[in-house]
T-cell receptor, first 113, second 116 residues
C-alpha cells in the first residue's frame, strides 16, 4: 500500500527560528494536506494543496506540493511557543482511493522560549 | 457552531464488552471517517462512508463495526474481537469530491478508549 515518510520525527528549536519538515510518498498523490494536532485534541487543517508545484501560505506557514507529486514540505517562519504540537502530512491519490487519506508519522515540534 | 462532536471524551471498556463511540456532524458533509491513533504513530483508517447507508472497510477494520443510517451520524462499535482496543479514536468528515478534487477532512476532538 501507499506509504508516507515524514521527517524529521521531532524537532527542538528556539523561539524565533524557522522550521522545515517534509513528506515523501512511494506513489503519486493528487492532494496534499498538512494538519497540526495538540495534546488530547483532533488534528486541525493548516494548508491544503491540490496542484503540482502549488505554493500556499497561511500566516507564518508555507507549504508546497512537489513537482513530482510524490512530496510536500511545510515551513514555519519565526516560530513561537504556541507552534508546539504534532504536525502531520496527509495525501490522497484520488481515483479508487476516493476520500481516503494516508498519513505520515508526524513531526513533534518543541519550541523553547 | 458547525463542527464534529465526538462523545464520550474518555471511555473505559471491560474485557469481552462491546462499546460504541459516537460521532455527529452538523456540517452537511457527505463523507465520514474513523481513525485510530496510537502513541507516536500516524492515523490509521478503520472505516469510511461516502453516503448514507453505505460504508467501506479501511486498513484496520477487524474488530470494529459501523453504521451510517443518518447523514450526520457515524457511530463506531469496538467489539470484543478487537484484542488491543486501547487507543485514541478520531472521527472526521468531508464534503467529498469536488471540482478541486478530494476536499479536506475535518476532525472531531477524539475519544480515548482504555481497557479496565
Amino acid at each position: 500500500g501507499q506509504q508516507l515518510n515524514q521527517s524529521p520525527q521531532s524537532m527542538f528549536i528556539q523561539e524565533g527560528e524557522d522550521v522545515s519538515m517534509n513528506c515523501t510518498s512511494s506513489s503519486i498523490f493528487n492532494t496534499w494536506l498538512w494538519y497540526k494536532q495538540e495534546p488530547g485534541e483532533g488534528p486541525v487543517l493548516l494548508i491544503a494543496l491540490y496542484k503540482a508545484g502549488e505554493l500556499t501560505s497561511n500566516g507564518r506557514l508555507t507549504a508546497q506540493f512537489g513537482i513530482t507529486r510524490k512530496d510536500s514540505f511545510l515551513n514555519i517562519s519565526a516560530s513561537i511557543p504556541s507552534d508546539v504540537g504534532i504536525y502531520f502530512c496527509a495525501g490522497n491519490a484520488g481515483g479508487t482511493s476516493y476520500g481516503k487519506l494516508t498519513f505520515g508519522q508526524g513531526t513533534i515540534l518543541t519550541v523553547h522560549p | 457552531d458547525g463542527g464534529i462532536t465526538q462523545s464520550p471524551k474518555y471511555l473505559f471498556r471491560k474485557e469481552g464488552q462491546n462499546v460504541t463511540l459516537s460521532c455527529e456532524q452538523n456540517l452537511n458533509h457527505d463523507a465520514m471517517y474513523w481513525y485510530r491513533q496510537d502513541p507516536g504513530q500516524g492515523l490509521r483508517l478503520i472505516y469510511y462512508s461516502q453516503i448514507v447507508n453505505d460504508f467501506q472497510k479501511g486498513d484496520i477494520a477487524e474488530g470494529y463495526s459501523v453504521s451510517r443510517e443518518k447523514k450526520e451520524s457515524f457511530p463506531l462499535t469496538v467489539t470484543s474481537a478487537q484484542k488491543n482496543p486501547t487507543a485514541f479514536y478520531l472521527c472526521a468528515s468531508s464534503i467529498g469530491e469536488s471540482a478541486l478534487g478530494n476536499q479536506p477532512q475535518h476532525f472531531g476532538d477524539g475519544t480515548r478508549l482504555s481497557i479496565l
